[in-house]
């Protein structure tokens, strides 16, 4: 089990948007679709681009950098699903958004 961490408030993450929280020296980006959220390592495996500055349609964030696209439900990359961005449990509690993360 790991680590249960809050990273925003329902507010700051609306359906259809996603953002970007720093945990510790974890970089997640948080995805809200149609009221779900998500949440995936916020650096683009490709060449380190900044997943939470992309665009997300649907279930699909596209890296700003290159375009590599993710189902942000699993962390697939759409064209190869031998690569994935670690995909992190999500909750909402009282107001917030938790990502649960590796302990330390």
Known sequence: MGEWVEVATVADCPPGSCIEAVVGESIVVVANVDGDYYALDG?????????????????????PWHGWQYDVRTGKQLLSESIRQTAYRVRESGGTIQVELPKP
Do not use: D
Request: charged fraction near 5%; glycine fraction near 20%; aromatic fraction near 0%.
């Open 43 to 63: 650096i683009c495996a490709h060449q380190g681009g900044p997943l939470a500055a992309g665009e997300l349609s649907g279930c699909v964030l596209t890296c």
